[in-house]
């Protein structure tokens, strides 16, 4: 690793902390030896839970607030040597339901971080963690930072002016900001309750609780996966590197699986489980992308990263962690 | 032209309804036989004037409010034949200093004018005002709808967010929109105060006032320019065509001319008027875009139109106006 020495005694600030990736983030930064700080509104749809961060939770400080709430942020972002900005509105079919509510998450609160920034920190270094949402359905694969940007939900939309702003702020005010374009992430302290963060969520947790989960379609759509771990390590590379500074990432892995796949791979680790497959409901066929796989020999070129987890030993240390913590998340 | 008889006695909303391309738009209309609405927020900084619709006032319903004040909306959109979306906010400098304001306009309101829509008159034909500023520094020229967008200012952005609703609720809600992305438009009804819509504004007024008026850099910058009552054909084409539904057009002009030729037109055809030359603003270097002309094939092909007014024509028509009116404008 390149960044082992990067963090040591470093202020750093996590968006989002107390959720998935940002608490993953965070607990490699506490062994990296920086001084921590998480923002998570803890809004019940999203992916903020206590129990994320409850092996380091001595070893941080905790800020409960949404980044709406532009005042406490200003306060906070002072002082921070970097930003990892993850805080998001991640539901596709809440984006359509709820339109205002991911606009104002995911766009808003976006430039309102920015310029809070460029006021009080402007020598800040910023990750933001976008998504590979953005592309829309595929027009060849496996997708490259210059397909076309053609959202297919609100979600899709709202990400791509906050990922836009945060671009821009380096172009005109200098700010050091790298986007990393994110495909399907799991592994330990995923949101299990449902579909919310991926479906491989409610996948793992109907599997574990020996309930049939469901494949919309016929189960051969393509899909690729980072395990957690691959995605902390291009956060860390991405914040620590001189290359970085104004460019977008893909993240991604070069071996695609269908769903079909995909499910029998976690109902063997999982030793156990059902499944069956049954047609799009409509607002699911609406937003969907069929085949998706990404790119990422930018990152490769650029930074050295490349998912080191293939997803069945992903798939197995993941529901390693369920199996003793999972009351914590159902 | 094909859309002659097709707005008689049909229910026509214009949202910015009393700015420069709306109310031009509206003259237009009410010669068709349409009952026209006019809404407008009248916020003094952007386009919206009485005397754009003196002409007419006897003829057409105003509605003073802001797109923003959604329940208004919802009530006005009912029983809409079309919905003619131009409200907007258009300085970029204004975007880079306010950047809040032009998000709400921009972006929340386009997604709740949409949102309206699709629960209250799903059959609207909508036909929104988006623009080449999408696409940042060009990368070849002429720019086509294929041109990666890249902004260079918040205003990109937020236009950006703006334009992807239309087009998502036409993908997922099949609610009938067409995207127009404009380059710089002039004629009669231009706001000429400042340069909040485009630099002829405050170029035509200074000259006519026999000021010095300003070119940043060396004047050899190449742009394109359409004269307002192409772009009103454009729009009408556009609401009236099958072909058009879930498009993206770009208007242009295959005759590009440099700043200096610009200035050197407006001077001759003003038959008065000095000019000179200064080094780029810091704030406007920062969001210069270089030489732009787009390429207008595709709403060619598919909607026959073409710019039919010359830029030296335009100009001359566009003086005559001011000379008679130019109290009402500064």
Redesign the interface.
């Known amino acids: 690793m390149l960044y082992e020495m990067s963090f040591k005694n470093k202020n750093v600030l996590i968006t989002g902390g107390l959720g998935f990736i940002g608490s993953n983030l965070a607990i490699k930064l506490v062994e990296l030896g920086a001084k921590v700080t998480l923002i998570d509104s803890m809004i019940p749809e999203y992916g903020g839970n206590l129990e994320n961060i409850a092996v380091i939770k001595e070893k941080i400080t905790l800020n409960f607030s949404d980044v709406r709430d532009d005042y406490s942020f200003k306060f906070l972002i002072k002082n921070q040597d970097y930003l990892f900005n993850l805080a998001g509105q991640t539901s596709h079919l809440d984006s ?1 339901t709820n ?2 509510q991911d ?1 104002e998450i995911n ?2 609160s976006q ?2 971080i920015l ?1 809070a920034c460029r006021k009080h920190n402007p020598n800040v270094k910023i990750v933001f963690a976008s998504t590979r949402q953005l592309y829309g359905k595929p027009q060849y694969l496996p997708v490259d930072e ?1 397909h ?7 979600n899709g ?2 990400k ?2 906050g990922e ?2 945060h ?2 702020y380096n ?2 005010y200098g700010i050091n900001t790298t986007v990393l374009r994110l495909t399907n992430t799991y592994g330990p302290r995923l949101r299990v309750k449902d579909a919310r963060q991926t479906f491989l969520g409610i996948w793992i947790r109907k599997c574990m609780e020996n309930q049939p989960f469901l494949i919309y379609g016929d189960g051969k759509q393509l899909r690729d996966y980072n395990f957690v771990d691959d995605v902390v390590d291009a956060f860390l590379l991405a914040a620590t590197s001189q290359k970085s500074q104004g460019q977008i990432y893909n993240l991604g892995d070069s071996n695609p699986i269908s769903l079909n796949t995909t499910a029998a791979i976690l109902v063997e680790e999982n030793k156990g489980g059902t499944y069956s497959h049954i047609p799009f409901p409509q607002d699911r066929k ?2 969907d992308i069929g085949d998706f796989y990404g790119d990422f020999k930018k990152i490769h070129d650029h930074l050295g990263w490349y998912p080191k987890v293939n997803f069945r030993k992903g798939i197995s240390e993941t529901l390693a962690y369920y199996r003793s913590n999972i009351q914590a998340y159902i």
């Open positions: 359509m339109p205002f606009l766009a808003k430039l309102s310029e210059s076309p940007i053609i959202p297919v939900d609100v939309i709202n791509m002016a836009s702003y671009l821009l172009a005109v609406n937003i």
